[in-house]
């Protein structure tokens, strides 16, 4: 791994596991229910949604695990 390190905050964290299942229901799978959940998932209107995926993310760095980005 070439250039300097950078640790993502909480938030993008989890923004990025939002959007990475997100369009990974869209796009990763032709499964049955993919849509359903997409559409789910595309109409909530609460925090309900971001609430998962930053649980999901504190649960990740609970375990000792960042996610990093490397700038070339």
């Known amino acids: 791994m070439s250039g300097t390190p950078e640790y ?5 964290f989890a923004v ?5 299942v997100h369009t990974g229901l869209r796009k990763g799978t032709d499964a ?5 959940l997409w559409q789910a998932i595309n109409e909530c209107d609460d925090t ?19 996610l990093v980005r490397v700038e070339d």
């Open 48 to 66: 309900a949604w971001a609430d998962a995926a930053r649980f999901a993310a504190e649960g990740i760095e609970s375990m000792g695990y960042k």
């Open 32 to 36: 049955p229910s993919s849509a359903r």
């Open 8 to 12: 993502m905050a909480t938030d993008a």
């Open 16 to 20: 990025n596991i939002a959007i990475g």
